[in-house]
């Protein structure tokens, strides 16, 4: 297939430059369909051409170029199987053990085919947007190239552009919140939410629970799916006498039948009481990747992660004496297994701190879990790193992942008067805990996760400048120097090692200076890079205490989730551009 597409044809711009991004993200994905799924996508982007003068939006052209052809896939299992094995990840499982909740909604009227029907449907769980788009596929409401570009120009979280009645930056937690103001300002109306049992294990979806109970939101439905697991198995199961404190009535059914959950849904209207369906379902591995990515062996060294090496440390650590490992539902990344001992709270983020807070003082404690996470407990990682110590606090992160705040390391750095460390490197984070245990102290750590056989292909090219610096090629006097926090040191090193020119990584948001000053004012151009907001990041604190202008790297715009992140797209764009412009002078 060699078609050519031409996005001048008259289509309204805005809709032919999304047009434009769905076709280019088909031609990288050509490899992972086949060539009736890639010739149809493409005939489906010319008719999104013709139709796009006519449409509003994105998602009203989504259902014009579906009504144009018959379903590609018989059935939405199928349907969402392809999306993940073309996309190669994404959450199969969770989508699967909600098919038949979804089912139901479409049977109840509250789905058709352009989505969301109503405001009064809220999904609480963000991540499980292709559900919604294969039930509409084969409802002639989503056209397979949208199908095949999920994860990438298509979000697969819940987004207004594409059809749901509310957009979510997280993909959980806040959904019972949303459906309860909705039930207190329309309280003629039916408002039914959608949750999973490990969003419920969230803080914020107790409160809303417990409101709904003390407020009398009567016209609330929350339709859980219980399966018992989160990422990794939730501490224990949900109980149905918890949510008996405070809905009127609660149903247990089966959640893979859909007419059982539409019977449970119409009995709570009919009788206008608060009602709580749990749905027993059964869930697989969360996180789904292409079978061609199962088949490297899971700690060959050049082929695992650097956070899940983590387990590894704290085993090191353990041999000095006692020490205690809370995690938020993200065991398996950190590559803990059930012969180490380790609680898990679930999401429960609070708690995963506060638990942490209460154990001997003198003994070791580590808190495991995502950077995101963290910022739903702001005050309480505060207090944590105030009131105790030997209190490790490992965030894990990858950019643009979840849409991933830009401003974390910013916010952690104003936490805390000790130094946050930004870090890729396993050996670097052992470093960091045996100083700041020796130390009496508590350590916060962003750990970057990445493939280690990037860390491994930087470890033996650098010379250790200090606790903080690890420097390249900083031999040669003057030229070009990148700057980078950890964040893009990889990206970093292969644009210092294509242009020849000097990189040092630092190895905290707010690193000792003195030790690169000479470097740095030698140069004769300083260029930052980094993975944080325009505002009190690496690039400003470099030129306020060193009163030198440098050249940025950064990204202070919100991701939606997909593959197409600002680690491997944008940013080295961006520095690669910056070391090609003739006024550019390399180093040597």
């Known amino acids: 297939m060699n078609r050519s597409i031409n996005f001048d044809a008259g289509a309204g711009p805005m809709l032919a430059a999304q047009l434009s991004g769905i076709a280019e993200c088909l031609r990288r994905r050509r490899a992972f369909m086949s060539v009736e799924e890639y010739a149809r996508a493409l005939e489906e982007v010319e008719a999104g051409l013709d139709l796009a003068g006519e449409c509003l939006g994105i998602n009203e052209l989504s259902v014009a170029m579906a009504r144009r052809f018959m379903p590609f896939y018989q059935g939405a299992t199928l349907c969402l199987e392809r999306i ?91 959904g019972v919140g949303i459906a309860l103001g909705r039930a207190r300002s329309h309280r003629d109306q039916r408002v039914v939410c959608i949750a999973g049992d490990g969003e419920l294990n969230e ?142 709270v679930g999401l429960a983020e609070s708690a995963l701190l506060t638990a942490a807070m209460g154990c001997p003082e003198e003994e070791l404690k580590f808190v495991l879990t995502d950077d995101k996470y963290y910022l739903n407990a702001i005050d309480v990682l505060h207090s944590a790193l105030i009131g105790c110590r030997n209190l490790h606090v490992i965030a894990a992160r990858k950019n643009g992942v ?97 242009k020849g020119c000097a990189h040092i990584r630092a190895l905290s948001t707010r690193p000792d200076l003195e030790r690169v000053r000479k470097l740095l004012l030698e140069a004769e151009e300083v260029i930052v890079a980094e993975h944080n907001g325009s505002r009190f990041n690496l690039a400003e604190y470099v030129e306020s205490r060193l009163l030198i202008r440098v050249r940025k790297v950064f990204s202070d715009a919100y991701e939606w989730p997909r593959i197409d992140t600002f680690q491997v797209s944008a940013a080295p764009r961006m520095l690669e551009s910056m070391l090609s412009e003739p006024s550019c002078v390399l180093a040597g």
């Open 203 to 344: 803080g914020v979806s107790y409160e809303a629970i417990r409101l709904v109970g003390e407020l009398e939101a009567r016209n609330l439905t929350l339709i859980v799916d219980s399966n018992g697991r989160g990422i990794d198995p939730l501490p224990g199961k949900l109980s149905p006498a918890y949510l008996a404190a405070y809905f009127d009535q609660v149903f247990e059914v089966d959640g893979h039948d859909t007419q059982a959950i539409g019977e449970c849904m119409r009995d709570a209207e009919r009788q206008q009481r608060s009602a709580a369906i749990v749905c027993h379902t059964r869930k697989g591995s969360h996180s789904f990747k292409r079978a061609s990515h199962q088949a490297a062996p899971p700690l060959a060294p050049g082929k695992t992660s650097s956070c899940s090496l983590t387990a590894g440390l704290i085993d090191e650590a353990r041999a000095d004496g006692p020490a205690h490992v809370f995690t938020a539902d993200l065991a398996a990344r950190f590559g803990l297994t059930p012969s180490q001992v380790y609680c898990n």
């Open 402 to 498: 979840w849409g991933g705040p830009t401003y974390v390391p910013t916010v952690f750095g104003l936490l805390t008067e000790e130094a946050v460390y930004e870090l890729t490197d396993p050996q670097d984070l052992l470093a960091c805990i045996r100083r700041r245990r020796a130390a009496g102290g508590n350590g916060l750590y962003l750990m970057y996760d990445q493939p280690m056989e990037r860390i491994l292909a930087m470890r033996d090219k650098y010379r250790r400048l200090s606790d903080e610096f690890y420097a390249y090629q900083t031999e040669r006097a003057g030229g070009t120097v990148i700057l980078s926090s950890e964040s893009m040191a990889y990206e970093a090193f292969q644009a210092a090692t294509a």
């Open 84 to 174: 993940h094995e073309i996309s190669g990840y994404g959450t199969l499982a969770s989508c699967l053990s909600s098919l038949n909740i979804a089912e139901a909604l479409f049977e109840s009227g509250l789905c058709d085919e352009a989505g969301v029907a109503t405001p009064n449907l809220v999904i609480g769980r963000g991540h499980v947007a292709p559900l919604f788009y294969a039930c509409r596929h084969s409802r002639r409401g989503m056209p397979l190239a949208f199908l095949a570009a999920v994860h990438d120009k298509v979000p697969s979280v819940v987004h207004k552009d594409y059809g749901f009645a509310y957009s979510m930056r997280h993909s959980l937690g806040e």
